[in-house]
């Protein structure tokens, strides 16, 4: 009952003062496309990227990591829940590649999911990149599919990469910087498109619904295809919630926004609420969340849901990460401010993770714990949920503890500040709650990272 108390004051404490409207920095990438779908699983388009070389040119194609069950974000046994069909494969396929109005060719990793532009460009110059692409959207239950009248093209506009990084079939597989995305979306009139950004023009010519989306600031630009007449609407804080069949988790998506009132304004102008096939819960983009059909019928599960992927609009979304290879800052972070109560925290924390080492015991393993480990370091989603997740938010628990509710709410509202619309790390997120508690944190959250 009293860390109820304790939990209840946190909210509080995270809702007391008064913030101002955070504007979009200028991001300096630019992408504007002239889209066009199909209604039936293919996404056309012309992409023009404007941007200040850096190094080597690469672009994220992430969708490409659906062209093979092998790389699908789903492990082995998920992939039967996902593709209830049996496989389909998807992806993207670019063509007509210029860079600065010069002809470019494209050297695609090993997993097809980046690809190097090679061509003349000097770092510091400003380079206009523009490639046309096809996009196959397969039947899936995926976060990139097509399931039950809505199809979600999460990961469809190509986006610059930092790295090349191969993919994994678990977490979120991908690090994103910002950009300005302008959308013209076409589609059949009978379809409207829920999206991470603000619809800026909306007419119907000739059978086809013509859609202008503008997404400031956005890691990228997700976007759902479902048929028109659904959606509703709401004002929370200022912020356009709408829903598409998702009415549901609104709750969880509230009582998110009010916790978090005081870390900072919600980040963007509107958030999407979608209802869709994806089997494995639900998925955060900046503006829009995915929500699985299956996760409608419990209230508490559903709540827990949206409540989470309510907070990776403010971290992942606004203060970024590197979610391959530090996909414990964002996760066990967001986890840990879901956290409602002692019960809670007792059954599917602490007493959940001592029946998973238990078991693990019995059969002669021992599994890894480390909360710091990559997407590459995990056996499969279980070892991660239980390191990443479960036994991380543990950490955040402890941490909470030791430094109490004023100053784990002043850490948070300095980790936001100091990162919002950037991309963050580890360290930075230690030395903010280090210098709000005026302690070195470090070895209580090494205990933890390095277990
Ligand atoms: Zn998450």
Redesign the pocket.
């Known amino acids: 009952m009293k860390k109820i108390l304790v939990f209840s004051l946190l909210l509080t404490i995270l809702s007391c003062s008064a913030c101002t409207r955070v504007s979009f920095p200028d991001t300096g990438v630019k992408i504007d496309v002239d889209a066009s779908y199909d209604g039936a699983g293919e996404l056309t388009y012309r992409e023009s990227l404007s941007f200040r070389v850096d190094g080597p040119i690469r672009l994220n194609l992430f969708v490409n990591a659906y062209a093979q069950p092998e790389t699908v974000t789903a492990g082995e046994q998920e992939r039967l829940t996902a593709y209830p069909s049996g496989f389909r494969p998807g992806g993207i396929v670019l063509s007509d590649v210029t860079l600065n109005g010069r002809p470019a060719l494209l050297r695609l990793s090993e997993d097809r999911c980046c690809a190097q532009v090679l061509a003349p460009a000097a770092d510091g110059e400003r380079a206009v990149l523009s490639f046309s692409a096809v996009v196959t959207v397969p039947e899936a239950r995926t976060r990139f599919g097509r399931w039950n009248g809505v199809a979600s093209l999460a990961g469809c506009f190509v986006s610059l990469a930092r790295s090349e990084r191969r993919t994994v079939a678990f977490g979120d597989p991908f690090v994103t910087e910002t950009a300005d995305y302008t959308l013209r979306l076409s589609l059949p009139e009978e379809l409207t498109a829920a999206t991470g950004g603000v619809r800026v023009r909306e007419q119907t010519e000739n059978g086809r619904r013509l859609l202008t989306v503008r997404a400031s600031c956005r890691r990228e630009l997700a976007v759902c295809v479902l048929t028109a007449g659904q959606e509703k609407s709401e004002q929370r804080q200022g912020v356009t919630l709408r829903s598409y069949g998702a009415d549901g988790a609104l709750p969880g998506v509230r009582t998110m926004l009010d916790r978090l009132r005081s870390v900072a304004p919600f980040p963007y102008e509107e958030l999407a609420i979608v209802r869709c096939g994806f089997y494995a819960g639900g998925m955060?983009y900046p503006g829009l969340i995915l929500i699985g059909e299956d996760f409608f019928g419990d209230e508490t599960v559903l709540s827990r849901i949206a409540a989470?992927?309510t907070a990776?609009q403010y971290f992942?979304g606004a203060v970024g990460s590197d979610q391959i290879l530090e996909p414990w800052v964002?996760?066990s972070l967001?986890?840990f401010l879901c956290l409602e109560s002692e019960k809670q925290f007792a059954s599917e924390y602490r007493d959940r993770l001592a029946a998973y080492v238990s078991d693990a015991a019995l059969r002669g393993e021992r599994p890894r714990l480390a909360v710091s480990g990559s997407l590459y370091d995990y056996a499969d989603t279980t070892e991660y949920v239980y390191a990443v997740y479960i036994h991380g938010c543990m950490m955040w628990r402890a941490v909470y503890d030791l430094i109490g509710e004023k100053a784990f709410a002043d850490g948070l509202r300095r980790y936001y500040q100091e990162n919002a619309f950037g991309l963050a790390d580890g360290d930075r997120l230690i030395d903010a709650f280090s210098a709000a508690a005026g302690l070195d944190l470090r070895p209580i959250f090494a205990s933890y990272l390095n277990a």
């Open positions: 955060e989470h992927e990776h992942y964002d996760e967001v986890e």
